[in-house]
């Protein structure tokens, strides 16, 4: 199945919005956490009190303005005392709602994190054929924006947009009993039709945003792409072709981007007209109250109190009910990536891999991508405790796969693979990479120290055992002339490296990770001879005596194997010894001799050039070099 795209528009929707904040709701009140449950009631009553407060406080301005608008000593006593309970009224308002959002931070930040926790694990868990198929900088901005999400949505509709539209019931229920029906109905028809303006326009306007996303993953995508691939962009001369391809998509985004803030006056225009005609209808009608004596002048400011404190974050509501659907949106995406199956899932009685001799064996292993073109089609070898199994063949006989097959990065479509027996299918995926230690043909190392790449085989190793990994790969000595150590960096993927010292590295830290399988995937095809010779000798001391299966394209490096197996169209077509397939003089020995050819070849020209032309024999360890 393939999985969805994450850079797909937003979806929107009720039933998606309601299932998004089904979704949310457990981070919100999590299981066997006390502490966050006492937080998140404490915030409620905090807001219910802020609230409170909040329609209280204009009454007493209005006793206020009464008193003052009164005869007789009271004007001395009366109106300081309601207005300083005014006065206070506002500042306890304020207080509750800073301390509610001081109690509800951590409640916030705590669901923030395992979210984004949860969907990075799931990410790792997923099969190796989504991480292929994905858009690495459309797949951090789903995730970014997610978590992002969650933050305005807990923040902004708990703590505003809800606590908000009960404040309107309240206030117009507060009119309804001091002054009459019409006053609660123009108010109440007020706010209604501002709502409904507010929501219409902005699921209206929601187009251009979402194009503005998406627009924004393509071209993340296409910057972290170019970036990535700058060697490659220099090699063709094609930074204008890639400037290009940048600039289409940020010339979308602007277009979007316009229509969008052009859309956005249209909303605003509107929401000023909605406000100043209820404003305006409610004071004509508190004004004819005064006048006839029906109200005082407290009520007259009393209800212009009122439609103020509810415009005023009635105002705010455009861009808050706007920024709730994106974050829905954004929150949605995010968590499709959680409904993305593991195609490779452990069994629910699966157990931990027990490796006592580490053999290797594959009975009638049969294996396709897509269901439509066979990869592997009967494959069956074993390799012994602690011997050493080549396999070769040509590009596309489906070597390599054989090591993800191994790896468990797929499951056989028929057959099966077992290590000491036990079936692969049923051990934990965790116990079986645990016991495999792999040299793959493209190293890449993280943007760190070497330091940290090599301790990356584990983590908890010490220094000591570090250093130890290094000196059996051969690489301490490189290490110990950089200026830094091994706390030099390695740049992105490694590139301040050359391939042979990243190779050297990739072989430190599976020395340390101390498996008991070793798998080497075509780990020297890209290497010079000279650095080819020279980890190859590395490779053959760590080999020595742990199960090791060597999927290689050159033969030289697998001469001294036990056994050699020919691939050819996903089928083993030649087993044997390197002697002995030389001596059967079949496609085994076609392939030595073409290599030998290419190799004498190479030879020859290399010692026709120039002496001041050939390239240093320093088997690629000056990193400085490499990084030239």
């Known amino acids: 199945m393939r999985p969805p795209s994450v850079d797909a528009p937003p979806r929107t929707g009720r039933r998606n919005d309601l299932a998004t904040v089904r979704t949310l709701l457990p981070y919100l009140w999590p299981k066997g956490s006390a502490e966050m449950r006492v937080r998140v009631v404490i915030a409620i009553l905090l807001l219910a009190a802020a609230k409170g407060i909040n329609v209280v406080s204009p009454i007493l301005f209005k006793f206020a303005v009464d008193a003052l608008d009164g005869k007789g000593a009271a004007i001395a006593v009366v109106p300081i ?44 868990r997923l099969a190796l054929r989504f991480h292929l198929d994905r858009q690495t900088g459309g797949l951090s901005r789903a995730v970014e924006r997610g978590t992002k999400g969650i933050d305005f949505l807990l923040n902004f509709m708990l703590f505003n947009v809800i606590p908000t539209l009960l404040e309107i019931l309240l206030v117009c229920g507060v009119m309804w009993g001091l002054f009459n029906f019409w006053f609660a109905a123009v108010t109440f028809v007020t706010v209604g039709f501002y709502i409904f303006w507010t ?25 972290i792409d170019s970036l990535l691939n700058y060697e490659t962009v220099k090699y063709f001369g094609n930074e204008e072709h890639e400037s290009r391809r940048f600039d289409a998509a940020l010339r979308s985004y602007e277009e979007a981007a316009v229509k969008s803030k052009v859309s956005l006056a249209y909303l605003n225009i509107g929401q000023a007209v909605v406000i100043s005609i209820g404003l305006t209808v409610v004071m004509i009608m508190a004004g004819f109250g005064v006048k006839s004596g029906t109200m005082t002048l407290g009520d007259f400011v009393l209800v212009n109190a009122y439609l103020i404190q509810l415009f005023m974050p009635l105002n705010f509501l455009g861009f808050v009910y706007r920024e709730i659907k994106q974050s829905l949106a954004d929150m949605e995406d995010m968590f499709s990536l959680l409904k993305v199956e593991r195609e490779i899932d452990d069994k629910p009685d699966a157990a ?28 069956s070898f074993t390799v012994p405790p602690g011997k050493t199994v080549a396999i070769v063949g040509p590009s596309g006989a489906g070597k390599s796969t054989i090591s993800r097959l191994l790896y468990r990065f797929y499951d056989a479509s028929g057959g099966r693979i077992s290590i000491d027996g036990q079936d692969i299918r049923n051990v934990t995926q965790d116990s079986l990479r645990a016991a495999i230690g792999i040299v793959p043909q493209d190293t890449v190392l993280f943007n760190d120290t070497i330091f940290y790449n090599i301790a990356y085989g584990r983590p908890d190793a010490t ?26 960096r390695v740049g992105e993927r490694g590139l301040k490296l050359s391939g042979g010292e ?45 199960t090791a299966l060597v999927i290689a394209h050159r033969l030289s490096t697998v001469i001294g194997a036990d056994e050699i197996l020919v691939l050819d169209h996903g089928r083993i077509i030649e087993r044997g010894a390197h002697g002995q397939l030389l001596a059967a003089g079949g496609a085994y020995a076609r392939m030595w001799i073409r290599q030998q050819e290419a190799a004498k070849a190479q030879e020859t020209l290399e010692q026709t050039r120039e002496p001041e032309a050939r390239e240093p024999d320093d088997s690629g360890e000056d990193a400085t070099e490499a990084a030239e």
């Open 81 to 124: 005392a309601l207005l300083a309970s005014y006065g206070l009224a506002r500042v306890l308002s304020i207080a509750f709602g800073e301390l509610r959002d001081a109690v509800f931070a951590r409640v916030a930040q705590r669901a923030i994190r395992e979210a984004g926790l949860k969907t990075f694990r799931h990410l790792h």
């Open 199 to 223: 929501v219409a326009i902005t699921d209206w306007r929601l187009k251009y945003r979402r194009r503005m996303n998406r627009m924004d993953s393509e071209a993340n995508t296409k910057a």
């Open 352 to 379: 931990a891999l027990s490796v006592t001799d580490g053999e290797i064996r594959f009975e009638h292993v049969d294996f396709d991508y897509t269901g439509r073109r066979e990869i592997l089609k009967d494959v």
């Open 463 to 488: 220094p000591s055992e570090i250093e130890e990994a290094a000196r059996m790969a051969s690489v301490h000595d490189f290490i110990a002339e950089m200026p830094d150590g091994y706390n030099t």
């Open 502 to 546: 990243k190779q050297r590295v990739a072989i430190a830290r599976t020395i340390l990770k101390g498996p008991k399988i070793l798998l080497f995937d075509e780990a020297t095809s890209a290497l010079d001879t000279h650095t080819e010779r020279e980890i190859q000798k590395s490779m053959d001391q760590v080999a020595a005596d742990r």
